[in-house]
């Protein structure tokens, strides 16, 4: 149902954003302080886009790979931010679900914007 491939690519790029900005947040308090969740939210956002125009897939794939895609990054992002200790552990979970959305909403995007040829479903 998903590619395991594209996923694991996109999950890995995006989880490479997402810590390159939890360790600037956290020597940048201006960037932890605005940057944070809107930053991580789009991270995952274009994770879900990547994923589902690379994906080539339907429409199920695509929404559950941009949502996967999206928590995965978000997740591993959040969790070095609790271990730095400039975030809450409870925003683990939130944070998490809110990524995991904007995966998806970003999954939904890319299949609905994909070109004709790789629109398959």
Known sequence: MISMKTFGRVSLA??????????????????????????????????????ARIARGGWAGSLIGGLLSGGVCAFLGIGVSVFLGDVPPSLLAFGTAGSAVAGLIGGAAGKATAPRSTAAG
Do not use: C, E, K
């Open 14 to 51: 995006a989880t490479a954003a997402q810590v390159g900005m939890v360790v600037a947040g956290h020597y940048s308090a201006p960037i932890r302080d605005n940057l944070f969740a809107l930053g991580g939210m789009g991270i995952s956002l274009l994770a879900g886009l990547f994923y």
